[in-house]
Nanobody
Framework: QVQLVESGGGLVQPGGSLRLSCAAS????????MAWYRQAPGKQRELVAS???????NYADSVRGRFTISRDNAKNTVYLQANSLKPEDTAIYYC???????????????WGQGTQVTVSS
């Protein structure tokens, strides 16, 4: 069994900051790319940021320069530092990871349960 558990969401005022964390646990042999997605009400889920196992990052244009993705491979954890938050950043944020389970036959996508981020005064 493999699980992704997110934490760190909440209510923050415009201009504020939050740090999201996502820890992968269970029967894991290897983790490849990790990423954060978000889904706002009435909108499709979109990629926010991704990071390879080697540390190469990619960002959506809407968050570049404000958000930073990082990971700790020893802890199987990915982080999202979100600064200068705007009301339009309000969404449920989901963690995603491409994981090869122990005794698995290939990498597959795993998702966290989601954490709510609300930016409002």
């Amino acid at each position: 069994q493999v699980q992704l558990v997110e934490s760190g969401g909440g209510l923050v005022q415009p201009g504020g900051s939050l740090r999201l964390s996502c820890a992968a646990s269970g029967s894991i042999f290897s983790i490849n790319d990790m990423a954060w997605y978000r889904q706002a009400p009435g909108k499709q889920r979109e990629l926010v940021a991704s990071i390879t196992s080697g540390g190469t990052t990619n960002y959506a244009d809407s968050v570049r320069g404000r958000f930073t993705i990082s990971r700790d491979n020893a802890k199987n954890t990915v982080y999202l530092q979100a600064n200068s938050l705007k009301p339009e950043d309000t969404a449920i944020y989901y963690c995603n990871a491409k994981i090869l389970p122990n005794r698995g036959r290939g990498f597959r996508d795993y998702w966290g349960q989601g954490t709510q981020v609300t930016v409002s005064s």
